[in-house]
């Protein structure tokens, strides 16, 4: 049973998971559907937040897949030291590596479509505020220029005239549940940035690389591990008092990452 007493208000578990080794490129990318999976179909009847740092890659979406300068897209991102992928869901091409975050929030939701908007806000809202707390002069929106362009980018202003992307979210909603995603980059933003140069230009679309960057550059020292005890705090300040609708409580519960794979096995 997912929910407890606490007084007169039900408490549902929220599973916090750092995952500690990967599983694969590809894999840790499908794994996120895995979960999304497992949560649509009961295996998993609480929500989770499951946080790696990912391998060296560049995330492709479906439109680039489409581009004439793909193939050769590909062969730029992997003499970088980057492996690609494609993803599911949309967006131009993105790259992070093991200085950045990614993190998954998956939830079971009887009507998933509902909020769909209201989670980007919300979840670019907890992330910005998190950023504020490491030393980030943060905000939400597309910059012009910016690789994987999005309305709710997370960026970071470093002065009136120059911004850096710092994250990029996507959502997938399945009938009974919803997967938000995050990728951050916190350290080491130069190695991203050259990596996109040249996959952009073979994809034939424009990117400004002043736009790409890390957390670090905008608050010097921070790193990842900074942002895992941060992003908790959040958490535990913002949604479990709350959660999405304001009147949902949780208690965070974590999770070893080896348990969590007990429970739900990687395809």
């Not at 998993?44 to 790696?52: A, E, G, H």
């Not at 062969?75 to 970088?80: D, I, K, W």
């Not at 490491?134 to 997370?154: F, K, N, Q, R």
């Not at 900074?226 to 965070?252: A, K, P, R, S």
Request: hydrophobic share 40%; proline share 4%; net charge negative.
């Amino acid at each position: 049973m997912p929910y407890g007493k606490q007084g007169h208000v039900m408490v549902r578990t929220l599973h916090w998971v750092e995952q500690d080794a990967s599983l694969g490129v590809a894999e840790d990318l499908a794994y996120s559907t895995t979960l999304l999976r497992a949560v649509q179909h009961g295996v998993l009847t609480n929500p989770v937040v499951r946080m790696y740092r990912p391998e060296p890659t560049v995330s492709f979406g479906q439109q680039d897949v489409r581009t004439d300068g793909y193939a050769v897209a590909t062969r730029q991102a992997s003499q970088h030291g980057f492996t690609p992928t494609v993803r599911r869901v949309g967006g131009r091409a993105a790259a992070y590596h093991r200085g950045s975050l990614i993190i998954d929030h998956i939830q079971p939701e009887d009507n998933a479509m509902f909020g769909f908007r209201e989670r980007f806000t919300y979840f670019g809202d907890l992330l910005a505020r998190m950023l504020r707390r490491l030393g980030v002069e943060a905000a939400i929106g597309e910059i012009p220029g910016e690789y994987c362009a999005g309305e709710y980018s997370v960026h970071a202003v470093r002065d009136p005239r120059h911004r850096i992307k710092l994250a990029g979210t996507a959502q997938r909603v399945v009938k009974g549940a919803w997967l938000f995603s995050t990728s951050l980059v916190v350290q080491d933003g130069a190695p991203v940035r050259d990596v996109l140069i040249d996959v952009y230009e073979a994809l034939g679309v424009e990117f400004d690389p002043t736009t790409a960057g890390a957390v670090e550059d905008a608050a010097a020292g921070v790193a990842v591990e900074d942002v895992i005890d941060e992003l908790q705090w959040q958490y535990e300040q913002q949604f479990l008092n709350g959660g999405m609708t304001g009147n949902d409580v949780y208690q965070l519960e974590p999770l070893a990452w080896s348990d969590l794979l007990d429970r739900v096995p990687s395809d």
